[in-house]
Every structure is written in C-alpha cells, then in structure tokens.
C-alpha cells in the first residue's frame, strides 16, 4: 500500500452549511412579492442545491418573465437575514480542522454564486481552512473565467489545486448531497461521497451513483482517511478483482460526531 492525502472538495448547502430556513424564507418573499404561489416544504428542499434559477422556473414554476425579479429580491432577503439563519451540520468545523491539521487540501465546489458561498464560509469562520472556494457567477450565467453547472466548478477547484497550489489531485474525492455532486465528480473522474444528512430524496444518491453514503462526521472522516491508503500498482500490476463492484453503495452508519 501507498500512503497518500486525498484532496477533498466539498460541496456547500446540504453538505457544510445547513441553510434550509434561510433559502426557503428567501424564496417564499420573492414569491409572495411577486404574487405567486410558495410550494410545500419537500418542493422547498428539493430547491436547495441546484441552481437556483433552475429551481425557481422547474419547481416553484417561476414564469420566464419574473425570473430575474425573482432571483433578485431572493438575493436581497438571503444577504440580509438568510446567511445569518443558515447553522454548520453537527461537527463539521471539528472535521475541517482536523483534516487542516493533518495536512489534507480542502476545497469547496458550489453552484451558489462564488461570492455568496465565501461570505457564507466567512461568516461561520472556516473559509480560512479552504485552498479555493469555487461557485457560479453572481447572476448565475456563464461568464468569462466563470464556470458554469456543477462539472464546471468542480473542474475549477481541481485546477486551482493541482495548478495554483501545486498539488497532487490524482486521488480527489468529492463530499455532497445531492445527484448533481455526484454527476460533476463523475464528470472529472472522482468519485463522491455522499451525506446522508443533506436534501437529497430517497434513494437519490444511490441511483446518482455516490460511491458510499454516510450519516455522520465521524464516518465521513474515517472513510476519507482509509482513501489515503492507495494500492501499490507496481506491486498489482492491472489487477482486477472479479467479486469488487466499483459502482455499489456502502452505507455507513455511526452515532458519534468528530
């Protein structure tokens, strides 16, 4: 076995931050402003994590029209009361302490407006633990040097590791809630892990394709520990175990909190 660090990108709402109340109330005033219907809370969940204007015309049935009114005075509310509603998930800081103290690069890939994401990092006092953080354009649309949708911006915190920090990203993985982690890591080779205590749907990151499902900070730091554990390929040349399925689903469940 080889010993390595595996990098680590982590996706932001649903995944680090808990911003539930702060998102649903945001969008619920841009509706209500805007006369039109707010949707249940399971329509509501489903809306955190994708990106927002997709959310707002395909769940909320936001007109084309309205949409920018919509996405601004959502804006508004979230900068003014939403950030400060949204909580870290129980042990989170503890997790990206430790892993800075041990040395692990840490990104963040979000399709929240890159903007937005810092300060909400800023504000629950961990964006310092982070080599980048990468998200969307502040109007959501593509931009010059501004990825656009989750494969994008994860791209873009890859390169900002391996390029900018001189890092080795070979053995990446991606941390999130929702298909659309697990479709951008996909997207550029990695494999994700997912968080049992996001938004994501029954069954949701199972059928995505996430390579294991965890339910606690406990258990998704001993799960990216024993990645750092690396086959010796010289040792194994192109071996391949008949009875290993790479694409299963390993449930980890544990109380404890790191």
Known sequence: MTQTTVPVI????GTLVDPAQGISDGIAAALTELGLGIPGKARMDAMIGPKLS??????????AEQLDDAIRIYR???RATGIAQSRLYPGIRELLESFVEAG???????????GIARTVLEYHGIAVLFHTIRGSAADEAAAAGVPSGK???????LADLSTGHGLDTQHAVMVGDRAQDVAGAAANGLDCIGVGW???SDGELDAAGA???VHSSTALHDTIVRRDQVPDAAATPNAVNP????????????????
């Open 198 to 200: 996001g938004f994501a």
């Open 76 to 78: 508004a509310h979230y």
């Open 54 to 63: 997709h959310s707002l015309t395909d769940i909320a049935g936001v007109p």
């Open 151 to 157: 494969a994008s911006i994860v791209a873009a915190a």
């Open 243 to 258: 009875d290993q399925n790479h694409n299963a689903v390993i449930e980890v469940r544990t109380d404890g909190n790191v």
């Open 104 to 114: 692990r690069p840490l990104a963040v890939a979000t399709q929240k407006p890159e």
């Open 10 to 13: 982590f996706d932001l709402d």
């Open 211 to 213: 390579v294991e499902i």
